[in-house]
């Protein structure tokens, strides 16, 4: 198998949607030519041609009512946001349009399109390009929100996504996008969505993270067993929407512990409905509180200070080591 990494996975799943079903279509600004902004749909312009790989004027707005309409014509488009922090202008068509269609048209039509965006930060990038704003679309029903942890996940994730006939964000953390490689099939292959993954089984507390914060939570994990013994399972949510709260529950009978790590705000996040959802379907499994460890309730920090404003290692340790001592 070869060795992609999540930019170059997510390029396959793309090459390979449009190549099975001609309904499929890629849009979005300099995605067409330059193969944009981090090159993940670098040549597909050149190999399915300027009908169904092009480049948009730079206004989101028109983006998502170019992809409603194509939704109600039949097609899939895949649209690509730049910057999550640009997803305002957008909403309106998501939100209001996308979200409700079958709802609205009492099932006649369907609204099977993916929002492509980056996110997340580590890379000391400008205001508006680091944001995690999954809490929000999360809040809107009819909206489906998966976040990949690595290309393996990203290439199969993507393309259960553009099957499906609901509007998918697809949210690539922008940190993973060239960290690490991994084997990826080099054929078309899938994974459900709503299924989240243990990636590593444990027997004392669960750790439950998603995109960046699995590799900052499986590193806080192999930090805690080999100082303290201390044995995390870790979850993998890869879907934000809907979530797979029986892995969670099933992994909350065996250890009876458990923390949530998110790279958002505290406030109102995935992490608090986690933590909600286990409180109604596992409460008298738990033996203590379940944590969260998130970024503070602040507009999202200048490079000069992220290190300290992102969790880390040490912080999710302090968690575990919380739920532990209570």
């Known amino acids: 198998m070869a060795q992609l990494t999540m930019v170059q996975a997510i390029n396959e799943a793309l090459r390979l949607e449009l190549k099975r079903d001609p309904k499929v279509m890629v849009f979005g600004e300099d995605v067409g030519h330059v193969g944009g902004v981090f090159r993940a749909t670098e040549g597909l312009q050149k190999e399915f041609g300027e009908t169904r790989v092009f480049d948009t004027p730079l206004a989101e707005s028109g983006i998502g009512g170019l992809a409603v309409g194509l939704c109600v014509q039949g097609f899939r488009p895949v649209m690509e946001v730049q910057f999550i922090g640009f997803i305002f202008e957008v909403m309106d068509s998501i939100a209001v349009q996308a979200a409700r269609m079958r709802y609205r048209s009492g099932g006649v039509y369907h609204a099977p399109m993916v929002i492509r965006t980056p996110f997340g930060g580590g890379l000391k990038a400008a205001e508006l390009h680091t944001d995690s704003l999954e809490g929000l679309l999360i809040q809107t029903p009819g909206i489906k929100v998966v976040c990949p942890s690595n290309p393996y996940d990203a290439k199969g994730l993507l393309a259960s996504a553009i099957r499906d006939n609901d509007p998918v964000f697809f949210m690539e953390h922008l940190k993973l996008y060239r960290s690490f ?3 990826v099939p080099e054929g078309e292959y899938t994974i459900p969505l709503g299924k989240a ?3 590593k089984e444990g027997k004392h507390v669960t750790v439950i993270a998603y ?11 192999e930090e805690l067993e080999k100082s303290k013994g201390i044995s995390c399972e870790v979850i993998d949510l890869r879907t934000l929407m809907p979530l797979d709260i029986d892995t969670i ?3 909350i009978k065996k250890t009876n512990r458990a923390i949530v790590v998110q790279e958002a705000q505290k406030t109102s996040g995935v992490a608090a409905e986690v933590i909600a959802q286990i409180n109604e379907k596992a409460i008298l499994h738990l033996e203590a509180p379940v944590l969260r460890v998130a970024a503070p309730d602040t507009v999202y920090a200048f490079g000069q200070i992220e290190d300290e404003w992102l969790p880390t290692p040490a912080r999710i340790a302090d968690g575990v080591n919380k739920v532990l001592a209570y």
């Open 249 to 251: 529950v099933e992994s």
């Open 211 to 221: 995109g960046q914060m699995v590799h900052t939570a499986l590193k806080a994990a």
């Open 181 to 183: 490689r991994q084997e």
């Open 197 to 199: 993954n243990v990636v």
